[in-house]
């Protein structure tokens, strides 16, 4: 349950890191946009090509993030799903070793009533009449 605590809060950890990282790009494709309408002097083709290479890798990066985010919050979804089976597997167990265990003594119970009804069978034990449930009606 530590470990699975540990990973959570590893898995809280990237997420602020890469909510940090993810500004970065943003904040990086604001001010291209930002600096477009400000320039009054037509950009030569190189120029043009470089703020379009900054401006796609800095979606990329968005784009990368985003997924590697979205993955590892389905990973801590599973993990928040195992951690609340646990609970319940182990109260299942519990129930079936509490029916193990009353049939077992049931068992014993009645193989000690079947041989004291032996013996008084074979006259071994005097003093057994039977079972109270044998009388039939108790008033």
């Known amino acids: 349950m530590k470990?699975?605590?540990?990973?959570?809060?590893?898995?809280?950890?990237?997420?602020?890191?890469?909510?940090?990282?993810?500004?970065?790009?943003k904040q990086k494709i604001?001010?291209?946009?930002?600096?477009?309408p400000k320039l009054q002097e037509p950009l030569n083709e190189e120029e043009h090509d470089g703020a379009q290479a900054e401006l796609s890798d800095?979606?990329?990066?968005?784009?990368l993030k985003t997924e590697k985010?979205?993955?590892?919050a389905s990973e801590a979804r599973k993990i928040e799903q195992?951690?609340?089976l646990i609970p319940m597997e182990q109260a299942a167990k519990q129930k079936v070793a509490e029916m193990k265990t009353?049939?077992?003594s049931e068992k014993?119970?009645?193989t000690a009533l079947k041989a004291i009804f032996q013996a008084k069978g074979s006259n071994e034990i005097q003093g057994i009449y039977g079972r109270l449930g044998d009388l039939g009606a108790i008033e």
Do not use: C, V, W
Request: hydrophobic share 20%; charged share 45%.
């Open 102 to 104: 009353t049939m077992d």
């Open 30 to 36: 604001k001010k291209l946009e930002g600096e477009r």
């Open 58 to 63: 800095a979606q990329n990066q968005i784009e």
């Open 82 to 84: 195992e951690d609340s």
């Open 3 to 25: 470990a699975l605590k540990d990973q959570y809060e590893e898995f809280e950890r990237k997420d602020a890191k890469y909510r940090e990282d993810l500004k970065h790009p």
């Open 108 to 110: 014993n119970q009645s």
């Open 69 to 72: 985010h979205q993955i590892e």
